[in-house]
């Protein structure tokens, strides 16, 4: 896969090469916040996967994911999967600098 130029959050299938989502961080959107893992589980979550598959596919626990989805859901101020996959195309489509919150 190519470089990302700085600024960017790039989500991608962790299994091929092909972009799942690419966003423009921008301060105020959450997603600058989002660790790694958070990005991962994210992206999990946007693929409709249980805590529990999301957990077997990283090789950790379902309670270290439920607590990364809780921050994440905390850090882009989203209350839910569906809310978070609300948030994620309104950032894929209009980006950050136009995306209410």
């Known amino acids: 896969m190519s470089a990302v130029p700085e600024g960017l959050v ?6 091929s090469d092909v972009v799942v989502f690419c966003f423009d961080v921008s301060p105020g959107d959450g997603l600058a916040s989002l660790t790694a893992a958070e ?21 950790g626990s379902v309670r270290t994911v439920a607590n ?21 195309i309104e950032l894929f489509f209009t980006g950050p600098e136009r995306t209410a919150v």
């Open 10 to 15: 790039v989500m991608s299938d962790a299994h």
């Open 68 to 88: 990364q989805a809780a921050a994440l859901r905390k850090k882009l101020g989203v209350a839910s999967r569906g809310e978070l996959a609300a948030r994620a």
């Open 39 to 59: 990005r991962d589980v994210a992206l999990g979550m946007l693929r409709g996967e249980s805590n529990a598959e999301i957990a077997t596919r990283r090789g």
